[in-house]
């Protein structure tokens, strides 16, 4: 039809439409309210359930609440910049504006606060992939190449501390049910190395075009020996085998950090930088609680001890093992395990409960289904 002969639409039905849409977005944020509220509502109570609530409470009678503001914000200032990290590492391969990674960040931190086997670092990669249609796989290895990033960056904490404050190898205790040690501190910092120096190998290897085209050759390869030449051959091949090759290629794309020396040194410095600002917590935590006087160098020691006691499996939200730890660090310098006890809850409180309502807030923003991205939705590509 003839543009000039078409009629024009009634304005009357325009605005029909446009109250008809603004009825339904005003619907879709009250009910995504609702589901938050009553989500943070589950969330905090799965969490609470962990906790010594009695010893929480004669602790924090204690504390000086001037601090706990500028601690609780400088802890959720390092997720902004674990979100900028995160976002250099994509740029590598695919450019997302700072929402886009910074929203499913903390969502899946969320995620990994109140569902068990830290399946909000599933969460993350399955997000963008439905949001900003970036594959699954190249996604999940932007994660793989954050943990590289964090494991040098603790095993270069656990260096310093080491060459600072002795710690006995034979000083154990148990702690509500954990045991904890010298050894064990000491065997999870080996493990930490073996898992840095395998995640920088993989990352190097996938950097190297002609271990990339190794690989994909011998997946593309297999068809052949699973079945003889014909239309089921070119069927696996197609269906299953060209896919796990562009797998490859997302993964070494995921992985590409080495081959952009200047965005490696950013996220270097962005890793420090994450590290530093949540040991300051610890430190600030410290200034608000009379019965706590250690220096900024311990403080820092206590919370590179909690880190690597938050490795080992626990509940969601490393309740239990974290006090564990804080415990054994405390006890390094003299604190009475009742004081740390109720210090180490203070400040896994202060940490963990601004990201999961930050995590909260993103999931309503974003309109994700919190639940599925939790266990990382049904994948139809990669």
Same mark, same amino acid.
């Given at each position: 039809?003839?543009?000039?002969?078409?009629?024009?639409?009634?304005?009357?039905?325009?605005?029909?439409? @446009?109250?008809?849409?603004?009825?339904?977005?005003?619907?879709?944020?009250?009910?995504?309210?609702?589901?938050?509220? /009553?989500? $943070?509502?589950?969330?905090?109570?799965?969490?609470?359930?962990?906790?010594?609530?009695?010893?929480?409470?004669?602790?924090?009678?204690?504390?000086?609440?001037?601090?706990?503001?500028? /601690?609780?914000?400088? #802890?959720?200032?390092?997720?902004?910049?674990?979100?900028?990290?995160? @976002?250099?590492?994509?740029?590598?391969?695919?450019?997302?504006?700072?929402?886009? %990674? =910074?929203?499913?960040?903390?969502?899946?931190?969320?995620?990994?606060?109140?569902?068990?086997?830290?399946? #909000?670092?599933?969460?993350?990669?399955?997000?963008?992939?439905?949001?900003?249609?970036?594959?699954?796989?190249?996604?999940?290895?932007?994660?793989?190449?954050?943990?590289?990033?964090?494991?040098?960056?603790?095993?270069?904490?656990?260096?310093?501390?080491?060459? %600072?404050?002795?710690?006995?190898?034979?000083?154990?205790?148990?702690?509500?049910?954990? =045991?904890?040690?010298?050894?064990?501190?000491?065997?999870?910092?080996?493990?930490?190395?073996?898992?840095?120096?395998?995640?920088? /190998?993989?990352?190097?290897?996938?950097?190297?075009?002609?271990? @990339?085209?190794?690989?994909?050759?011998?997946?593309?390869?297999?068809?052949?020996?699973? %079945?003889?030449? #014909?239309?089921?051959?070119?069927?696996?091949?197609?269906?299953?085998? +060209?896919?796990?090759?562009?797998?490859?290629?997302?993964?070494?794309?995921?992985?590409?950090?080495?081959?952009?020396?200047?965005?490696?040194?950013?996220?270097?410095?962005?890793?420090?930088?994450?590290?530093?600002? @949540?040991?300051?917590?610890?430190?600030? /935590?410290?200034?608000?609680?009379?019965?706590? $006087?250690?220096?900024?160098?311990? $403080?820092?020691?206590?919370?590179?001890? +909690?880190?690597?006691?938050?490795?080992?499996?626990?509940?969601?939200?490393?309740?239990? +093992?974290?006090?564990?730890?804080?415990?054994?660090?405390?006890?390094?310098?003299?604190?009475?395990?009742?004081?740390?006890?109720?210090?180490?809850?203070?400040?896994?409180?202060?940490?963990?409960?601004?990201?999961?309502?930050?995590?909260?807030?993103?999931?309503?923003?974003? #309109?994700?289904?919190?639940?599925?991205?939790?266990?990382?939705?049904?994948?139809?590509?990669?």
């Amino acid at each position: 039809m003839d543009s000039e002969n078409r009629e024009p639409v009634p304005r009357v039905i325009r605005n029909g439409q @446009q109250k008809s849409g603004w009825k339904i977005l005003r619907t879709r944020i009250i009910l995504s309210i609702i589901a938050g509220a /009553a989500l $943070s509502a589950a969330g905090f109570y799965y969490s609470l359930r962990h906790v010594p609530l009695g010893d929480l409470a004669a602790y924090m009678g204690t504390v000086d609440y001037w601090w706990i503001a500028p /601690a609780a914000l400088l #802890g959720l200032s390092s997720f902004v910049i674990r979100a900028l990290r995160w @976002q250099a590492i994509l740029g590598t391969s695919v450019r997302l504006p700072f929402g886009a %990674a =910074y929203h499913p960040l903390m969502i899946g931190f969320m995620i990994n606060s109140v569902l068990p086997g830290r399946v #909000g670092e599933i969460a993350r990669p399955a997000i963008i992939r439905k949001k900003e249609n970036v594959p699954f796989s190249l996604g999940l290895a932007t994660v793989g190449a954050e943990r590289m990033l964090d494991g040098i960056t603790l095993v270069l904490l656990f260096t310093w501390m080491s060459s %600072a404050v002795a710690v006995d190898p034979d000083m154990e205790m148990s702690v509500r049910g954990h =045991y904890v040690s010298g050894e064990v501190l000491e065997n999870l910092a080996s493990g930490m190395i073996v898992v840095s120096i395998v995640l920088l /190998a993989l990352v190097a290897a996938m950097n190297i075009r002609a271990v @990339q085209r190794l690989l994909k050759r011998a997946v593309l390869g297999i068809p052949g020996l699973l %079945a003889p030449e #014909g239309a089921r051959r070119e069927r696996l091949r197609e269906k299953i085998f +060209v896919p796990a090759a562009h797998i490859i290629d997302h993964i070494a794309a995921g992985l590409s950090l080495l081959r952009h020396p200047g965005k490696l040194l950013v996220c270097c410095v962005y890793s420090a930088a994450i590290w530093l600002s @949540q040991a300051a917590v610890f430190y600030i /935590a410290v200034l608000g609680s009379p019965r706590i $006087s250690i220096t900024f160098t311990q $403080s820092t020691t206590v919370f590179i001890i +909690v880190c690597l006691f938050i490795i080992l499996p626990s509940v969601p939200g490393f309740w239990g +093992v974290w006090e564990a730890g804080g415990v054994f660090g405390l006890a390094l310098f003299g604190v009475p395990a009742t004081d740390a006890l109720g210090f180490s809850l203070a400040v896994h409180v202060v940490l963990l409960f601004p990201v999961m309502f930050a995590g909260i807030v993103s999931a309503v923003v974003t #309109g994700v289904n919190i639940l599925r991205a939790g266990y990382g939705g049904r994948q139809k590509n990669s």
